[in-house]
C-alpha cells in the first residue's frame, strides 16, 4: 500500500511537471532532437549510399582500366611494338572501321617481308625501296617492325598510282591486304590526326600504367587460382 501511494504520489508530479511550462519545453526539446536526429541519419545514410556508389564506381573504373592496359600489354608483345605504337595502331583502325586483330596478319605477313629483305630476296628488297622505307638505321641496325610498317603505310598514303600502290600493298602484306585498306585509303596526314587527338584527350595509356594494368590483372588470375584451390580442398574434404 505503501509503494502505491509512493507511485501515486509521482505519476501526480510528473503530471504536473508535464502540464507546466518546464515540462512543455522539455516535450518541445525532445521533439527537436528527436527532428534533428532524424535528419542527420537520413543525411548520413545519404552520405554513406553516395560513398559506396562512388568507391563501386572507382573501382569498377579501376577494374575497366586495368583490363585495357594488360591488353595493351599483351597485344604489343604479340605484334612486337611498343605500347604507344599498339595504341595508336588500336585507335586508327577503329576509326577506319576495323580492329587491331584485323591489322595483325598484315603486320605479321610484312614482318616474313622484312625477313626476306635483310636475307637478300631481291623482290622484297625492291618493294621497301619503292616506298623509300629503309630498313636499317643509319649505324646499320635494323629497325624496329613497328617503325618500318608505319613508314610503310605512310608511302602508301601518299602514293597517287593506285595500280602501283595495291601491287606493292599486296607485296608486302599478302592477302590479308583488303582489311587494310581502309586504313590505307585514308591521306598521310591522318596518323598525325591520330596521335594529335590521343594526346589531345590524354587517351595513351603510359608504359607504367600498362606495365602496373598487368601485374595487377595477373595478381587477380594468381587469386582467382587460390580461390579454386580452396574450392577443392572444401570438395575432397566433403
Known amino acids: 500500500l505503501k509503494a502505491t501511494a509512493q507511485f501515486k504520489a509521482l505519476s501526480l508530479l510528473f503530471g504536473k ?4 511550462k518546464l515540462g512543455k519545453a522539455i516535450e518541445r ?3 527537436s532532437v528527436k527532428t534533428a536526429i532524424g535528419e542527420n541519419i537520413k543525411a548520413i545514410k545519404a552520405w554513406v549510399k553516395t560513398i559506396v556508389y562512388t568507391i563501386g564506381a ?6 575497366s582500366v586495368s583490363k585495357l592496359g594488360d591488353s595493351i600489354d599483351k597485344g604489343s608483345q604479340r605484334m612486337n611494338m611498343s605500347t604507344e605504337q599498339y595504341q595508336k595502331w588500336a585507335y586508327a583502325m577503329e576509326l577506319s572501321g576495323s580492329s587491331i586483330e584485323e591489322l595483325r596478319e598484315g603486320y605479321n605477313q ?3 617481308q622484312i625477313s626476306q629483305a635483310v636475307n637478300g630476296t ?3 628488297q625492291k618493294a621497301f625501296q619503292r616506298l623509300g622505307v629503309n630498313l636499317k638505321d643509319t649505324k646499320g641496325n635494323l629497325r624496329s617492325t613497328g617503325d618500318i610498317f608505319e613508314d610503310v603505310v605512310v608511302s ?5 598510282n593506285a595500280t602501283e600502290r595495291t601491287a606493292l600493298a599486296y607485296k608486302l602484306f599478302g592477302e590479308s ?10 591521306n598521310a596526314n591522318f596518323l598525325r590526326e591520330v596521335v594529335r587527338t590521343q594526346n589531345a584527350l590524354g587517351s595513351q595509356m603510359s608504359d607504367n600504367l600498362v606495365a602496373e594494368s598487368a601485374k595487377f590483372q595477373d595478381a587477380i588470375a594468381t587469386l582467382g587460382q587460390a580461390w579454386q584451390g580452396f574450392k577443392n580442398l572444401l570438395g575432397e574434404t566433403f
Open 17 to 20: 511537471i508535464k502540464d507546466s
Open 29 to 31: 526539446w525532445s521533439g
Open 122 to 124: 631481291k623482290e622484297s
Open 156 to 160: 602508301l598514303q601518299n602514293m597517287d
Open 110 to 112: 610484312m614482318s616474313g
Open 58 to 63: 572507382i573501382t569498377a573504373v579501376v577494374f
Open 177 to 186: 591486304v583488303s582489311k587494310l585498306n581502309p586504313l590505307l585509303n585514308n
